[in-house]
């Protein structure tokens, strides 16, 4: 049986192994496939794996002996999951492997936004503490977490973790989800509609899924009912959030900052608004790959595959 990783370098950029794949067949490992490749490189595969190569309907088609499509990612949306159905290939996904990593960035880039870090440590190593006159110096706001609101947008696996790391941290913890579940044990913890959420946080933490109805749910609207103070936090789609209203937001001072390791189009366009933005931190979608996750995600595609071999697939969408 032939498996075709299409896009294995991102998971696996050599740091760990493929061996465990191996065990149910030929395996043959691409770093990165064009889109024009995908169907010869696959072609006789029974089973194929994509973190972000497309797989649209037209080449599905095309694809005769395939009967598995393995998401090395949570998002499945670069797969065309009816046209997988109509031809009878099980798509899967890894829907939990991240959560504690994820959940850690939202604080590296919080915490960044309020001490800027690396700028002071520069500035050390330039020898501006050297040479100032005084035993300690500043050179932005710094500040403090505890007692502030903490609004989590979207409180699923990674949102629940925010709030108890936030709760931990002494902040008073919000949030907002169509699904509301058991409510948490955390220190005056409330459920909060979505615009009373943006207008009283300090700091919002996005954790939504893209669907039609969050797609774009930042925008000018919304980013002028919060407080010229706030912290805007996306570790989870980029096009929650309308860049431009958003950069016009930190350049005219209508928010403090925003902390993106996400973007509407990746990699970023050169011209992206808020490449330039006043006090917008970007990072290259990199919440999700400690290797302590990657391993998570690794293990876990490779139990989808065996489960499905044994005729009982699970993580099963569409």
């Known amino acids: 049986m032939k498996l075709t990783v299409l896009d294995g370098y991102c998971l696996n950029p050599g740091d760990l192994s493929w061996d465990g794949l191996r065990r149910f067949g030929e395996v043959e490992v691409f770093d990165r496939t064009p889109a024009g490749q995908v169907v010869e490189r696959a072609a006789g595969a029974e089973l194929v794996f994509t973190n972000k190569t497309p797989l649209p309907g037209a080449v599905l088609a095309q694809l005769p002996a395939l009967r598995y499509i393995g998401v090395l990612a949570t998002g499945y949306n670069i797969v065309d999951v009816e046209a ?4 009878g290939i099980v798509v899967t996904n890894i829907p939990t492997y991240g959560t504690a990593s994820v959940a850690q960035f939202v604080f590296a880039l919080l915490l960044e936004l309020c001490h800027n870090v690396r700028l002071h440590g520069d500035a050390v190593r330039a020898g501006e503490w050297s040479r100032s006159p005084d035993w300690s110096f500043w050179k932005t706001p710094l500040v403090e977490l505890d007692g502030k609101t903490m609004g989590i947008v979207g409180f699923g696996r990674i949102g629940r973790q925010v709030g ?6 002494g902040m008073r913890v919000i949030a907002h989800d169509t699904y509301r579940g058991d409510t948490p044990d955390l220190p005056a913890f409330r459920w909060a509609a979505i615009d009373e959420l943006l207008r009283e ?5 996005l954790h939504a899924p893209l669907f039609p109805e969050t797609r774009g749910m930042i925008h000018a609207g919304t980013l002028a009912s919060m407080k010229p103070t706030a912290f805007l936090i996306n570790t989870s789609r ?8 958003l950069a ?3 350049n005219a001072g209508q928010i403090a900052g925003a902390g993106l390791d996400v973007l509407s189009i990746e990699p970023p ?10 006090n917008c931190l970007v990072t290259p979608h990199i919440a999700w790959a400690t290797r302590e996750a990657r391993t998570r995600l690794m293990d ?7 489960a499905f071999l044994a005729g009982k697939p699970v993580n099963v969408v569409g």
Not at 164 to 169: G, L, N, S, T, V
Not at 238 to 245: A, F, S
Not at 269 to 278: F, K, T
Not at 300 to 306: D, F, K, S, T
């Open 84 to 87: 997988a159905k109509a031809r």
């Open 164 to 169: 108890r790391i936030a709760a931990a941290m």
């Open 201 to 205: 946080s300090d700091v919002v933490s």
């Open 238 to 245: 980029g096009p929650l959030v309308v860049d431009r209203d």
């Open 248 to 250: 016009d937001a930190l």
């Open 269 to 278: 366009a050169e011209d992206n608004p808020l490449l330039s933005a006043r």
């Open 300 to 306: 876990l595609a490779i139990e989808n595959v065996a």
